[in-house]
C-alpha cells in the first residue's frame, strides 16, 4: 500500500527494498542497516524522497476520520487513503 500512495514503480530497487523489508538489502548500506526493521527501511526509502513545501488542506480531524475508516473496514472491502481522502473532500 505503501508503494501505491507514494507512486514508487513498482519494479524499482525502493519498491522490492519494501516488499522484501525482512531480507538483506542487494548493495545498499541503508538496506542492510535496516534487515528486519520495516519502520527504518521505511524512513530510508522516504527520506530521499522531496517533502512538502507547502500546508496541504486536510485537517487533524480529516485525517483522525480516515484512520477511523481504515481501522474500520472490512477486510473485503478496504478503501486507500487516496480513496478515502477523495470521498471526504466530496462529503459522501
Known amino acids: 500500500m505503501l508503494i501505491k500512495l507514494m507512486k514508487i514503480n513498482k519494479t524499482s530497487d525502493d519498491a522490492l527494498a519494501l516488499i522484501n523489508w525482512k531480507l538483506p538489502g542487494r548493495g545498499s548500506a541503508a538496506s542492510s542497516t ?3 526493521d520495516f519502520a527504518g527501511r521505511c524512513y530510508e526509502i522516504i527520506k530521499k524522497r522531496p517533502m512538502r513545501t507547502t500546508p ?5 480531524a480529516d485525517v483522525n476520520d480516515m484512520l477511523d475508516q481504515l481501522s474500520a473496514a472490512s ?5 486507500t487513503p487516496g480513496e478515502m481522502y477523495t470521498q471526504t473532500r ?3
Open 75 to 79: 477486510k473485503e472491502c478496504v478503501a
Open 34 to 36: 535496516s534487515t528486519g
Open 90 to 92: 466530496r462529503n459522501c
Open 56 to 60: 496541504g488542506e486536510l485537517t487533524v
